[in-house]
């Protein structure tokens, strides 16, 4: 079993549609768990950070975390062109040089 | 806001050859890591960095690969021999807490191996 899967995608919406993006995960030591945006050849951009269960909300993205399913979500409101990207699950423990573990990523695609 | 940033964007080298990637972390940060994504696939570990120090190292990690920081604001990756399957995108990240958690990105160094 991967450490980390993450629907495969595509994801086509329309604009104005809500998004949910979903990862699941095998490892319990997994404590922080992390939302990238990356653009084509361009480096992971940091959107949500949560540690252990729960929920975080920021504007029209929402970060949940349910560790008892080890499953993640990231829910995405009113939905732009301008958020398709590709979406990257990413999760670590407690340790201070805890490594990333990255699930391989999702692509949105929200048609105007 | 600062930023962590890399370079040369964009490096064509032929196999045997040595290359560094560079990368400049934030300024107040403590702990660094490389990681490397082949097109396509998913991002992966390679190195994490503290105190300098390596921390932890993937099995990628070979011999093949060091890093070094040479002075207070500079954090490189060296392949001493370059292969054909070392073409990827390279990124460094970091980060300054004491805790695990998020980590910030370069925009990568784009890798061809000819």
């Known amino acids: 079993q991967k450490e980390v899967e993450q629907d495969p995608g595509p994801l086509s919406v329309p604009e104005g549609a809500i998004v949910s993006l979903n990862c699941t995960y095998s490892n319990s030591a997994f404590q922080y768990f992390m939302w990238y945006r990356q653009y084509s050849r361009k480096g992971p951009e940091l959107l949500m950070y949560?540690?252990?269960?729960g929920n975080k909300e920021d504007g029209r993205f929402t970060a949940q975390v349910d560790k008892s399913s080890k499953y993640i979500s990231l829910f995405i409101r009113d939905s732009q062109p301008s958020d398709s990207a590709t979406y990257l699950c990413?999760?670590?423990?407690?340790?201070?040089?805890?490594?990333?573990?990255f699930g391989k990523g999702i692509t949105l695609s929200v048609r105007p | 806001e600062p930023e962590v940033t890399q370079t040369p964007s964009h490096q064509v080298t032929q196999m045997g050859q040595e290359v560094i990637l560079r990368c400049v972390p934030i300024?107040?940060?403590?702990?660094f890591y490389w990681y490397r994504q082949i097109l396509g696939q998913k991002v992966e570990f390679l190195v994490s960095?503290?105190?300098?120090?390596?921390?932890?190292k993937s099995e990628i990690f070979d011999d093949q690969f060091s890093v070094e920081r040479p002075d207070g604001s500079n954090f490189t990756l060296k392949i001493r021999s370059t292969k054909l399957e070392d073409s990827a995108m390279y990124f460094c990240a970091s980060r300054w807490g004491t805790s695990g958690g998020e980590q910030y990105f370069g925009p990568g160094t784009r890798l061809t191996v000819t």
């Open positions: 960095f503290y105190n300098n120090e390596i921390s932890e």
């Open positions: 300024s107040n940060h403590l702990y």
């Open positions: 990413a999760m670590s423990g407690t340790g201070a040089n805890s490594k990333l573990t």
């Open positions: 949560t540690y252990s269960s």
